[in-house]
């Protein structure tokens, strides 16, 4: 068992006890919450006349199912379904006394893009969210991690949570990463090498050089999809950085409880001599920028790289290689760039922030979107669309004939209306390419950074961003 570890500082210090099945019982720090996960909580709590026992630890948003047009987002929404689930979420929240960021607060957005923007998300906390993407927490140096419904209705009615504890490999990224390369590049490239079951059993802390360079967005990108590598969570030990970009955010500490909390921070980082279940070393140089060519995140390749054949997969990986190639009618031996794209789409919580936009808009300065390519820029929260417009990068996107949007998942999940059809081809920077992922069975969908999701946009295929002098 590992010990010393940042995962082993902040577990212990919220260990309440240990339950007769084995799993500790563990105090949340924070909880988030949105429509799609939370109303069968509530309904749990309710047949049991229970309260919300810390309201002023748990924050509600709408992501999901929100439309990302100003006309749609009228009440009430036309989807009668939308509509309820968020009348929903405003009567629990009120009644419990929750604060939620709804349409009005101007602070709506995803649940991982909102918590770190307001300083809610911090060092050495346990986070929970009923969302598997909670892992992006992990950026802060906290243990955070998705939950399922019946947790959801524990950490609301005890603010503890039943959990099993996990091994904790060390994932070390040596080396640096070129221009046109990024965090988004990273990820992908490792979960390429460890697979998407690689971390199950495990939580990742990534460490190393590369790591350390990253600033806090591009470390939210990495820890988002630690879950898509199989691992419960990831995390990022806090540094500078992690303080610098905390301070004066508007939940975040202030004065000497900035003071106290950060002697704690300091406390919780993991051990120069900590001991590991498991240590990999991942190399950041001679990256490209990475693009997925099949229908898991971990069917990666560089962009100019051949898809790999099936002789180079054993066993399940060989199958669903065969499946990939066929699902997405791409040849083995044949590089991804050229690749006809139909929809770009940028957002979501892996690259919806402003810096994945800043990125991507380097890009689009001066040049124009493929006309035959629908294009959608959906910020992350309307905090990023708000910054993003203010810095004249949402007119960018729109005179490069991107779609500027509402904050929300929008396609990235097409639970809000905003959908692949058919078996049109998705330039996009979300975190999962299942098949349907985005609204349609035939649907096919290519992973990828902010910056070659521009590039696609304006190519009309999948092509290398560098070339382009994009900075990412
Ligand atoms: C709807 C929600 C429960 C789901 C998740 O847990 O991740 C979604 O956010 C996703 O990305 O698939
Ligand atoms: S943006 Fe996508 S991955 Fe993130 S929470 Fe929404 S649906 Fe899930």
Redesign the pocket.
Same mark, same amino acid.
């Given at each position: 068992m590992s010990s010393g570890t940042l995962y082993d500082k902040v577990w212990e210090r919220h260990k309440v006890g240990e339950l007769p099945n084995g799993e500790d019982q563990l105090f949340v720090g924070l909880h988030l919450m @949105?429509e799609v996960t939370s109303p069968q909580a509530f309904g749990m709590l309710r047949e049991r006349d229970l309260d919300v026992a810390f309201p002023e630890r748990t924050f509600a948003t709408t *992501? @999901?199912i929100i439309p990302t047009t100003p006309e749609e987002r009228e009440r009430p929404f036309a989807d009668e379904q939308a509509e309820t689930m968020l009348q929903a979420l405003e009567r629990n929240t009120e009644e419990a006394g929750i604060e939620f960021f709804d349409l009005d607060s101007g602070k709506q957005g995803?649940? @991982?893009v909102v918590g770190p923007e307001l300083g809610l998300t911090q060092p050495g906390q346990t986070i929970v969210c009923g *969302? /598997?993407?909670t892992s992006t927490h992990g950026a802060f140096g906290a243990v955070a991690m998705g939950i399922g419904t019946s947790q959801i209705r524990d950490v609301l009615a005890t603010g503890c949570i039943a959990a099993e504890k996990m091994d904790v490999r060390r994932v070390e990224v040596t080396g640096e990463l070129g221009d046109g390369v990024g965090a988004k590049d990273l990820i992908l490239h490792i979960i390429g090498e460890l697979g998407v079951d690689g971390g199950v059993g495990h939580v990742y802390e990534y460490a190393g050089e590369a790591i350390e360079r990253l600033d806090m967005e591009g470390r939210l990108a990495v820890c =988002?999809m630690s879950i898509e590598g199989g691992a419960r969570a990831g995390y990022i030990n806090p540094d500078q950085t992690t303080y610098e970009y905390l301070r004066g955010r508007e939940y975040a500490p202030e004065g000497e409880e900035w003071d106290r909390l950060m002697e704690y921070w300091e406390s919780v980082a993991s051990e120069p001599d900590a001991k590991y279940d498991d240590v990999v070393t991942v190399d950041a140089d001679d990256l490209e920028p990475m693009v997925t060519w099949g229908v898991n995140p971990g069917q990666v390749v560089g962009v100019t790289e051949p898809v790999p054949g099936p002789d180079e997969f054993a066993g399940k990986d060989r199958d669903n290689a065969e499946k990939a190639y066929e699902h997405m009618g791409v040849e083995p031996g044949e590089t991804m760039e050229g690749y006809d794209v139909d929809v770009a789409f940028l957002? !979501?919580? !892996?690259n %919806?922030r402003v810096s994945d936009f800043r990125e991507a808009a380097a890009v689009l300065e001066g040049e124009t979107v493929d006309p035959d390519v629908r294009a959608l820029a959906v910020p %992350?929260s309307e905090t990023v669309r708000k910054q993003c417009e203010a810095e004249g990068i949402a007119e960018v996107f729109e005179e490069a004939g991107f779609q500027w949007r509402r904050a %929300?998942? /929008?396609m990235?999940?097409a639970?809000n209306g905003d959908a692949l059809e058919g078996d049109e081809v998705c330039a996009s920077s /979300? =975190?999962?390419n299942f098949v349907g992922r985005q609204g349609s069975k035939d649907g096919r969908t290519v992973l990828m950074s902010p910056a070659m999701v521009a590039a696609a946009a304006v190519e009309g295929e999948i092509a290398d961003a560098r070339a382009f002098g994009g900075d990412a």
């Open positions: @949105h *992501d @999901h995803i649940a @991982h *969302d /598997s993407h =988002n957002g !979501t919580c !892996t %919806g %992350g %929300g998942c /929008s990235c999940l639970m /979300s =975190n999962r």
